[in-house]
C-alpha cells in the first residue's frame, strides 16, 4: 500500500546548523507531496507542498523537491532558528477513482534546535 | 490562529461511553477534514466533508461518524469507546474539495478513555 517513511527523530541542531529531514514515499499511481510543521500545542500548519516531479516547493527558508525517481521529497534549510523547533510530518496524496483520495502522514520527525 | 475553531479542547470519558467533538471550519470553507493523531499510529486521515456531503473516507471505525450540518460546522461521534482511541482528534478545513488545497487546522480535542 501507499506509505511515507521519515527520519526517526528526535534530531537536535544548534542555531544556523543545516536541516535535512529524509522523506521517502511508496505510491501505487501519482501522488502529490507535502511537509506539515506542528509546534507545540498547536494543530498543523502546512509548510510546503509540491505536485509534479522536479517541482520545488519552499516556505520562510524551508525547501523540498519532489524527485519520482528516487521517491523522495527531503525537507531543508540552510540556517535553523529556536523558533524552528516542532514536529514535521511528510505526507502524500493520491486522488483515487472519481473524487476519492488517500492521505497518508509519516510518523513525524520532532525537530529541536538549541541556541 | 487558523481559524478553525474546536470544542471541548479535553476530554475524559470512560470506556464503553460515546462523545461528540465539534468543529466549527474557518469563515468561507466549505470542506472539513478529520484526523486522529495518537502515539501508536501517528496521524491518521479519518473522514472529509464537502459541503454537507461526505467526499472521502480514510481509516474511520464502524464506531465513529461524523457529519457536518447547513451551517457547515461539523461534528465527530464516537462511540463504545475503548481505550485505544484516546487520542488527539484534529479537525482541518479549506475552500475546496480538493485535498491537496491548505488545509487550516484547529487545536484539537485531545480526549482520554479511562
Known amino acids: 500500500g501507499d506509505s511515507v517513511t521519515q527520519m526517526e527523530g528526535p534530531v537536535t541542531l544548534s542555531e544556523e546548523a543545516f536541516l535535512t529531514i529524509n522523506c521517502t514515499y511508496t505510491?501505487?499511481?501519482?501522488?502529490?507531496l507535502f511537509w506539515y510543521v506542528q509546534y507545540p500545542g498547536e494543530g498543523l500548519q502546512l509548510l510546503l507542498k509540491?505536485?509534479?516531479?522536479?517541482d520545488k516547493g519552499s516556505n520562510k527558508g524551508f525547501e523540498a523537491t519532489y524527485r519520482k525517481e528516487t521517491t523522495s521529497f527531503h525537507l531543508e534549510k540552510g540556517s535553523v532558528q529556536v523558533s524552528d523547533s516542532a514536529v514535521y510530518f511528510c505526507?502524500?496524496?493520491?486522488?483515487?477513482?472519481?473524487?476519492?483520495?488517500?492521505?497518508?502522514f509519516g510518523k513525524g520527525t520532532l525537530l529541536t534546535v538549541n541556541p | 490562529d487558523s481559524g478553525v475553531t474546536q470544542t471541548p479542547k479535553h476530554l475524559i470519558t470512560a470506556t464503553g461511553q460515546r462523545v461528540t467533538l465539534r468543529c466549527s471550519p474557518r469563515?468561507?470553507?466549505?470542506?472539513v477534514y478529520w484526523y486522529q493523531q495518537s502515539l501508536d499510529q501517528g496521524l491518521q486521515f479519518l473522514i472529509q466533508?464537502?459541503?454537507?456531503?461526505?467526499?472521502a473516507k480514510g481509516n474511520i471505525l464502524e464506531r465513529f461518524s461524523a457529519q457536518q450540518f447547513p451551517d457547515l460546522h461539523s461534528e465527530l461521534n464516537l462511540s463504545s469507546l475503548e481505550l485505544g482511541d484516546s487520542a488527539l482528534y484534529f479537525c482541518?478545513?479549506?475552500?475546496?474539495?480538493?485535498?491537496?488545497?491548505?488545509?487550516?487546522f484547529g487545536p484539537g480535542t485531545r480526549l482520554l478513555v479511562l
Open positions: 466533508y464537502y459541503n454537507g456531503e461526505e467526499r
Open positions: 505510491a501505487t499511481g501519482y501522488p502529490s
Open positions: 469563515s468561507g470553507d466549505l470542506s
Open positions: 482541518a478545513s479549506s475552500v475546496a474539495t480538493w485535498v491537496g488545497e491548505t488545509q487550516y
Open positions: 505526507a502524500l496524496i493520491l486522488l483515487g477513482g472519481g473524487s476519492n483520495y488517500k492521505l497518508t
Open positions: 509540491a505536485t509534479k516531479a522536479d
